[in-house]
């Protein structure tokens, strides 16, 4: 089956810099992938969806500045969190959609980051 | 705004007996719904999904039932184990768009 895989799986930085999450498709060409972000005991709030070759489309009140997306390819997005803060602390998963219908959407494993 | 919601944080059920878990909707534009099921640290991975053209969907355990009027489905789990013990999230999309809206999620605790 499609598989996404996502790294780092955790990460620690120091306030003030940039982490980078990557998420690839493994077996199969995602046009489109999904970035979410879950705070503890909530739902996965999309933050914005990654269109291979164009701009990223964000949700209201993500700071794209804050929150950088790359689709450079049909198997990879990144996403990079820049100036990190305490705040930006969370788990964040990418998702990818292996086909056009929706039991396609296949996710990462989520990356912890912590920001100290 | 919270248009898909799981008002139950956590259910505990005895192992062996069935485990129904809800989700409300207030979109009336959401025509396909899915269920995700999650252990710590880790995605999400798909269930199982319905499309409003049906009312119940099965797979093995698995069956999911969608009440439109009332805008409501739940997840049964039937006969439960102790390993279905996880965060279960219910999902909405529009036929239109390509996005998933996520419920708050419900751990569920399958007691041996």
């Known amino acids: 089956g499609a598989v996404v895989s996502q790294h780092p799986s955790r990460v620690i930085c120091k306030s003030g810099t940039s982490v980078k999450i990557e998420c690839r498709s493994l077996?199969?060409?995602?046009?489109?992938m999904f970035w979410y972000r879950q705070f503890p005991k909530k739902s996965l709030m999309l933050m914005a969806t990654?269109?291979?070759?164009?701009?990223?489309?964000?949700e209201q009140g993500v700071e794209k500045d804050k929150f950088l997306i790359n689709h450079a390819s049909l198997t990879l997005s990144t996403l990079t969190v820049t100036s990190a803060h305490p705040e930006d602390s969370s788990f964040y998963i990418c998702?990818?959609?292996?086909?056009?219908?929706?039991?396609?959407?296949?996710f990462g494993s989520g990356t912890r980051l912590t920001v100290v | 705004d919270q248009q898909v919601k799981q008002n139950s944080p956590s259910l505990s059920v005895q192992e062996g007996r069935i485990s129904i878990l809800n989700c409300d909707y207030t979109?009336?534009?959401?025509?396909?719904f899915l269920w995700y099921k999650k252990y710590p640290a880790e995605g999400p991975t798909f269930l199982i999904s319905i499309s409003s053209i049906k009312d119940k969907n099965e797979d093995g355990r698995f069956t999911v039932f969608l009440n439109k009027s009332a805008k409501h489905l739940s997840l049964h789990i039937v006969p439960s184990q102790p390993g279905d013990s996880a965060v279960y999230f219910c999902a909405a999309s529009e036929s239109s768009g390509s996005r998933l809206t996520f419920g708050e999620g419900t751990q569920l605790t399958v007691n041996p």
């Open positions: 077996d199969f060409q995602a046009t489109t």
């Open positions: 990654s269109n291979e070759g164009s701009k990223a489309t964000y």
């Open positions: 998702s990818a959609r292996a086909g056009a219908f929706y039991y396609g959407y296949t």
């Open positions: 979109n009336s534009m959401f025509d396909y």
